[in-house]
């Protein structure tokens, strides 16, 4: 439907209380297709929609990653909750789109399950380990408030942040 644009940190946005999906009704589905159309658009692996700024409890997957098809739709997690997550991890760069060209080493489970309602209103899971595991957690974290600068101390925040204002600053925007 429509390209959106991506929330930047340290938009307070990024931070609200999610909501969840009552009914996969015309909204949640137009908010899909603006999610798919987003993530694309930003050659993301997968979005939250609180990165669009709708606090709606539901994060997309591209499917590849998640075990489907490459042609078939992005896989939506919606309402999702974690079912699985190991105690081996892995250490591994993140980026994320609110985060334009920042990439921060985090520690996450080297396997994961999530349990969620898909677009078409059925209930699934999905398990995954390594890049998967990493996604599903990394989305996870989004409709929980946790950023990829709650990863690092303070000092690596303040670069990250006066990084991202001068890249908003150079753009025309402002943070």
């Given at each position: 439907m429509a390209v959106r644009?991506?929330?930047?940190?340290?938009?307070?946005?990024?931070?609200?209380?999610?909501?969840?999906?009552?009914?996969?009704?015309?909204?949640?589905?137009?908010?899909?297709?603006?999610?798919?159309d987003t993530m694309y658009a930003e050659n993301g692996l997968g979005i939250a929609a609180i990165?669009?700024?709708?606090?709606t409890r539901m994060f997309l997957v591209e499917p590849k990653l998640a075990g489907r098809d490459e042609n078939d739709p992005p896989v939506a997690f919606i309402n999702p909750e974690i079912v699985f997550a190991s105690e081996e991890t892995q250490l591994s760069d993140e980026g994320c789109l609110s985060f334009p060209d920042v990439f921060i080493e985090v520690e996450r489970p080297m396997r994961a399950r999530i349990r969620a309602m898909g677009i078409d209103g059925q209930m699934f899971e999905v398990e995954g380990e390594g890049l998967?595991?990493?996604?599903?957690?990394?989305?996870?974290?989004?409709?929980?408030?946790?950023?990829?600068?709650?990863?690092?101390?303070?000092?690596?925040?303040?670069?990250?942040?006066?990084?991202?204002?001068?890249?908003?600053?150079?753009?025309?925007g402002e943070l």
């Open positions: 644009d991506v929330v930047v940190w340290p938009d307070p946005r990024l931070r609200q209380e999610t909501q969840p999906v009552e009914a996969i009704d015309d909204r949640v589905r137009a908010l899909y297709r603006d999610l798919c990165q669009i700024g709708d606090p998967l595991a990493r996604c599903l957690l990394h989305e996870y974290d989004h409709l929980t408030g946790k950023l990829l600068v709650d990863f690092v101390g303070p000092l690596k925040r303040q670069m990250i942040k006066r990084k991202l204002q001068k890249a908003s600053a150079r753009a025309g």
